[in-house]
């Protein structure tokens, strides 16, 4: 029985190594060729390392384009995402769940087939909307697709279902009013939920592309994921500085799992979601 639980756990870590070696080396690559020359980094078959490393490409990257507003406008698209989708979400998912009022069920289908629709939808309403407010071309624009969030009132509103309904009874009983309920109580208590949909909203936020390339067209006011596709070209691409680009652009997320591992993977686990 041992040797086959030994085997079982050989088989199981193979599988697990191939698997991750698979999903890392995308990355590999990235770094492989951001050191590259572009004749390298198109020769058939391909080259995998530089004979003569051109580290000269990052502070070309650098000089090209301006990473200092990048970092800026994508921090702060990402923190006012977040902030919204934690206040919306969490004060619409707690009246999904708690509140009795008539046609909840309904109005939560309706949240629901919003789910279901293809995001690229909403992009002419959202547009147009951006554009009588105001907003195309600067960075409220950016958090404009995240005010609200099916997906954050869904996923609450699960975490709000599973608490007990005698943590009501009794704030009520000790004379608490339905705000202090929601904020000292049960807000608390979804913690880990909060947690998951603020890492779920920073990582939908950071890959977003199309919206910031609709919104805003000046260099500026772009965030990293459309500042960096204004280096593909239309017929031809200089794929080693988009490489050195794109390690630029992604260091500050692999910077922040490492610090918050343990709240990545116990606020997805806690989920049951994946990314």
């Known amino acids: 029985m041992s040797e086959m639980k030994t085997k079982n756990k050989i088989i199981v870590h193979t599988i697990l190594i191939i698997g991750a070696v698979i999903m890392i080396m995308p990355f590999i690559w990235m770094a492989l060729t951001s050191v590259k020359t572009l004749s390298e980094s198109i020769a058939i078959p391909p080259i995998i ?88 071309d600067t960075i409220s624009g950016l958090i404009l697709p995240g005010l609200v969030s099916a997906f954050g009132t869904f996923l609450l509103r699960q975490f709000f279902m599973g608490l007990p309904d005698e943590l009501e009874e009794a704030a009520v009983l000790d004379g608490c009013n339905i705000w202090q309920i929601f904020f000292k109580i049960m807000l608390p208590l979804a913690r880990s939920g909060l947690v998951a949909l603020g890492i779920f909203t920073a990582l939908f936020a950071f890959k977003d592309l199309m919206w910031p390339l609709i919104v805003n067209i000046s260099e500026t006011k772009m965030p990293l994921s459309a500042g960096l596709a204004t280096l593909q070209g239309q017929y031809a691409t200089n794929y080693p500085e988009l490489m050195a680009g794109s390690l630029l652009a992604i260091w500050p997320m692999l910077l922040l799992f490492i610090i918050f591992q343990k709240r990545f993977i116990e606020g997805i686990a806690t989920s049951g979601g994946k990314l």
Do not use: C, H
Not at 55 to 72: H, V
Not at 73 to 82: A, D, E, K, Q, S
Not at 87 to 110: E, K, V
């Open 49 to 136: 390392f530089s004979t003569n490393p051109q580290w000269q490409n990052f502070p070309e990257i650098l000089e090209k384009l301006p990473f200092i507003n990048f970092y800026i406008n994508t921090l702060l698209m990402i923190v006012g995402r977040v902030a919204f989708a934690l206040i919306f979400s969490s004060m619409a998912a707690y009246a999904f769940a708690r509140i009795d009022f008539p046609f909840r069920n309904t109005l939560f289908s309706i949240v629901l087939v919003q789910m279901m629709i293809p995001s690229q939808i909403f992009i002419t309403p959202q547009f147009l909307l951006a554009q009588k407010l105001g907003m195309l």
